[in-house]
């Protein structure tokens, strides 16, 4: 499932990832995303992830699909887990993010405002 954080307001938009995500709740979480794209040009995100986060195949590709034709329009993303394997994901990751303009970074949950203060830096 997919949730929209109340925090969320103009180019800055938290959600809460928990189990396993469906094609049509990723359709439903990348049209409501495209509509800030819309009004805003960059968005930063703030994800909460839980330990049972998941994608489906589908799901995975949707998601994937959007955010390889959207990277400019990205600017930050903070993901909020407890998971060793998600904190490493992210190091892995936010070096090639960094290539294309995107700030990304790992928080613990203790630190969810520091990550939506990063966000809106």
């Known amino acids: 499932m997919i949730k929209k954080l109340p925090e969320s307001k103009g180019p800055f938009l938290g959600f809460e990832v928990t189990g396993k995500v469906s094609l049509e709740e990723e359709k439903e979480w990348i049209e409501k995303v495209q509509s800030v794209v819309?009004?805003?040009?960059?968005?930063?995100?703030?994800?909460?992830?839980?330990?049972?986060?998941?994608?489906?195949?589908?799901?995975?590709?949707?998601?994937?699909?959007?955010?390889?034709?959207?990277?400019?329009?990205?600017?930050?993303?903070?993901i909020v887990s407890e998971s060793n394997i998600w904190k490493?994901?992210?190091?892995?990751?936010?070096?090639?993010?960094?290539?294309?303009?995107?700030?990304?970074?790992?928080?613990?949950p203790s630190k969810i405002k520091d990550a939506w203060a990063w966000i809106k830096e």
């Open 38 to 78: 819309d009004k805003h040009d960059k968005v930063s995100f703030l994800v909460i992830l839980d330990e049972k986060a998941a994608w489906g195949v589908k799901a995975g590709i949707e998601d994937l699909k959007w955010a390889m034709t959207h990277m400019k329009h990205l600017n930050k993303l903070a």
């Open 88 to 108: 490493w994901l992210v190091s892995l990751d936010s070096p090639f993010a960094k290539m294309v303009g995107i700030g990304e970074k790992h928080f613990e």
